[in-house]
């Protein structure tokens, strides 16, 4: 495919759903294109090495493990995870007002006073 526009992959998107058999090549080539880009030969020493290196034992004082010390440093992921907490709140309430008709009987959430010195 050479779609540039979202107009473009959608339209190929639906021909691929309408095409069953147009459906099963694309499949196949994708698993040959996986096969050939990233060998597990090639790669699982990488992986290996740095699952291992997450879970060995940290240099820093007060730390369990580098991975505990990667998660603590991942200011990205755990922003990542907030708000997909919050979604997941907001949803939840949301679908307890649908089903009752009414106001949630849920309050917000409040953050606590960290939180809000970290987003600030």
Request: with cysteine; aromatic share 8%; hydrophobic share 35%.
């Amino acid at each position: 495919w050479t779609s540039t526009t979202a107009a473009d992959i959608a339209r190929d998107a639906v021909e691929l759903h309408e095409d069953r058999r147009g459906w099963e090549r694309a499949r196949a080539t994708g698993f040959d294109l996986v096969e050939a880009l990233f060998p597990a030969e090639r790669n699982l020493g990488a992986v290996r090495d740095a699952i291992e290196g997450l879970f060995g034992a940290s240099e820093r004082e007060g730390c369990d493990t580098v991975l505990d010390e990667s998660r603590r440093e991942d200011f990205t992921g755990a922003a990542l995870w907030h708000h997909s907490v919050r979604s997941t709140e907001y949803f939840s309430r949301w679908i307890e007002m649908k089903e009752t008709g009414g106001e949630s009987g849920t309050p917000a959430a409040v953050e606590s006073e960290e939180e809000e010195e970290e987003g600030a």
